[in-house]
């Protein structure tokens, strides 16, 4: 209803949709390392390679494999900033009795939310 009490109000922390979707972003960081220790050994496979011979059409292979592993990372990683979204909104919601490790805390978790959505930005426009 319109006139709900503060009492009656979920945090917004416990936004179901936000914890689902965050809750599954979870399970995708597997994937993440996977295609980081492709992107990774793609590179210094192609390093070697093209070391080797300029002309290498290995390496230039398994450089586009690192690139190509490299992109799908960063697809990865779209929704960080949500993660961390709902993390300072958990740390507002139970503050600590120490506030020092609070104000740290949260510093951290912004600074962080703040990082990925321009890391977001700045994929969206390559």
């Known amino acids: 209803s319109a006139h709900m009490s503060k009492k009656d109000e979920k945090p917004a922390s416990q936004c179901p949709a936000l914890k689902q979707f965050n809750e599954f972003q979870a399970k995708i960081k597997g994937r993440d390392k996977v295609c ?74 912004v600074s962080f939310m703040w990082y990925w959505f321009f890391d977001n930005v700045n994929f969206g426009v390559r």
């Open 36 to 109: 980081k220790a492709i992107q990774y050994g793609a590179r210094a496979i192609k390093y070697y390679l093209l070391q080797a011979d300029k002309s290498s059409k290995w390496g230039k292979r398994f450089e586009n494999l690192a690139n190509t592993a490299g992109t799908a990372r960063k697809y990865f990683r779209l929704a960080k900033t949500l993660e961390e979204y709902e993390q300072v909104l958990e740390l507002l919601a139970h503050p600590k009795s120490d506030s020092i490790d609070q104000y740290l805390n949260l510093i951290h978790r």
